[in-house]
């Protein structure tokens, strides 16, 4: 790659073939054709279309790196279930190049480089009880355990309730926060958090 566009892409977390274009000051087609070429030799990894990131930059991002990568995938989302609750330090499982998250859109998985991003929808009314921390979207603690029990109810998540430390959580918030949720949701938090 030549080293002036190297300098301006490797500022971005991400890019598009928009960026490409600018930076190397061509046409949207040559951009289109030089991402292709640099997808191919490995240069640039392709997520989802018009969305790459730079081979040698991917190897070092971090954990927040890639939540607001994850962020940005599908739009709007938000870092959930055992991602979010790895992250607070409420789970023993420790999630490495697994990232979950919540979104209004379609269910996906986005994979790249043995990196997993899943995205479960669920219903508008469900969408809420998430903050911005450090650039990225992200459950409360208690939302995103009331999204993984809600989809794992349903049966769309699987869920390993002895690796979570419910002790944690705020009871009084998790009564709250389940009273829009379905009464099966609802007997599940009940039975599990004892309340």
């Known amino acids: ?27 949207g087609e040559s951009a289109n054709v030089l991402c292709s070429r ?11 279309k018009n969305f790459y ?3 040698q930059i991917w190897e070092r991002y971090t954990q927040l790196e890639f939540f607001k ?15 979010a609750l790895s992250y607070y330090g409420i789970t023993t499982q420790i999630q490495r190049n697994w990232y979950e998250s919540i979104s209004l859109r379609r269910s996906a998985k986005f994979e790249a480089k043995g990196t997993v991003f899943n995205y479960y929808k669920i219903r508008k009314e469900f969408y809420f ?6 650039n ?9 355990f009331l999204d993984a029990v809600y989809l794992h109810s349903f049966g769309k998540y699987p869920l390993d309730l002895s690796s979570i430390d419910v002790n944690s ?3 009084e918030t998790i009564v709250r926060l389940t009273e829009p949720y379905p009464q099966r949701t609802q007997q599940k938090i009940k039975e599990i958090c004892r309340i």
Not at 38 to 48: E, P
Not at 69 to 83: D, E, H, R, T
Not at 129 to 134: A, H, N, R, S, V
């Open 53 to 55: 990131i730079l081979e």
């Open 69 to 83: 990568i994850a962020n940005f995938l599908q739009v709007p989302s938000y870092i959930s279930c055992m991602s």
């Open 1 to 27: 790659m030549k080293p002036f566009l190297w300098e301006k892409l490797k500022e971005k977390l991400f890019f598009s073939t928009e960026d490409v274009a600018n930076a190397a000051g061509g046409t």
């Open 38 to 48: 640099y997808g191919k030799k490995g240069t640039f990894i392709k997520l989802k």
């Open 129 to 134: 009880g998430f903050l911005k921390e450090e």
């Open 136 to 144: 990225f979207f992200i459950a409360t603690r208690e939302k995103a």
């Open 169 to 171: 959580f705020d009871n």
